[in-house]
């Protein structure tokens, strides 16, 4: 047992083979290995430490980075990938998991060789209970809904679907703000809540939703965003705002926010 948010570590274990698997285009081999640890080898120019800890390693057979690519992958927004295939944001959210947990993230990695990346987290003092999702999350009266889901990341979208779906929400998921406008004027009427990222290619989810409030103006809208220097410069114009990254306790309250007002 480890101490650490669940979903949280769902999403960090998801960003990072997702990172393997971008890094094998011609294909490979993706290993996920965990054991206990005695210590946290000294990175990025931290001390080592010493304690109680579960290793998670993720291990591929990828084209590997350079020293000077590997100094910059935790950075927010750093990516090597192209605008329509990553954020830069799946690593720097799980050295922020590792780090918000008490634990690190250790990378090593070598052109042509593969990267191993390994989490460190800190393990329970004692037994505990495996909750499952209605333990953790009290649903409530939520009824099932229909949700356009709107996120152009592969990743973040299936994991988004993914969540809504075990809140028991219908979910209909386009990878871009103009195939979501596409759908609502082929099918209007047919949905209850429009959840959308707000920072991609082409038109903007603020744009949407602004589009959404005039054109739809009963059909609700979510907003979500790990780019806090674009939400403090544009702002969220007044629709509700999920920051990521979300956990499912975090998007069942912004879809009761939505219900509510």
Known sequence: MVE???????????????????????????????????SIPAVRGHLPATGRFVAVSIVDTGTGMAPETL???FEPFFTTKSVDHGTGLGLSQVYGFAKQSGGEVEVTSNLGLGSC?????????????????????????LPSRKILLVEDNEGVGKFAAGLLKELGQEVTWVGDAQAALDLLVRCAGTFDLVFSDVVMPGVSGIE??????????SLE????????????????YGFPLLKKPYSIDGLLGAVRQSRSG
């Open 71 to 73: 100094a910059q992958i």
């Open 208 to 217: 949407l939703a602004r589009q959404i409030r005039t054109r739809w103006p």
């Open 221 to 236: 809208v979510v907003l979500t965003s790990g780019y806090s220097h674009v939400l403090a410069e544009e702002g969220s």
């Open 117 to 141: 990346f390994t989490l460190y987290l800190p393990r329970g003092l004692g037994a505990v209970k495996a909750a499952s999702l209605g333990d953790a999350v009290e649903f409530g009266d």
């Open 4 to 38: 650490a948010d669940p979903t949280q570590f769902d999403t960090a274990i998801l960003n990072m083979v997702i990172n393997a698997r971008d890094a094998m285009p011609r294909g490979g081999e993706i290993k996920i290995r965990s054991g206990a640890s005695e």
